[in-house]
């Protein structure tokens, strides 16, 4: 299976950017798709998940601010990201979760730079 984001960049405090990720060829059923991100010197952390049922969740730095979507037809997940703040700067990376009911098995992508400054 393959998972590739794309849409990141540089933009202003206040500004928005929508990440999109799209996989392919991923044979088992998945659970959740998700948004990490690792900033310089910190861990990689959770962002916002979508579940397979649609259910959505999201860190706490982020809610009301961030919006986790998916378009099944596409294979494809967003993050619309609006507000943004410098804090925000980080390689952001597209996870996908899923099982055959024995295993789990994750997917990553590549990662996308998203730089908030001005």
């Known amino acids: 299976g393959h998972v590739v984001e794309s849409g990141g960049g540089l933009v202003q405090p206040g500004g928005s950017l929508r990440l999109s990720c799209t996989a392919s060829?991923?044979?088992?059923?998945?659970?959740?798709n998700d948004w990490y991100r690792q900033a310089p010197g910190k861990e990689r952390e959770l962002v916002a998940t979508?579940?397979?049922?649609?259910?959505?969740r999201y860190a706490d730095a982020v809610k009301v601010r961030f919006t986790i979507s998916r378009d099944n037809g596409k294979n494809t997940t967003y993050l619309q990201m609006n507000s943004l703040k410098p804090e925000d700067t980080a390689v952001y990376y597209c996870?996908?979760?899923?099982?055959?009911?024995?295993?789990?098995?994750?997917?990553w992508g590549q990662g996308t730079q998203v730089t908030v400054s001005s």
């Open positions: 996870h996908v979760g899923a099982t055959d009911y024995i295993y789990e098995y994750e997917y």
């Open positions: 060829e991923i044979r088992h059923t998945i659970n959740t």
């Open positions: 979508i579940t397979s049922q649609g259910t959505t």
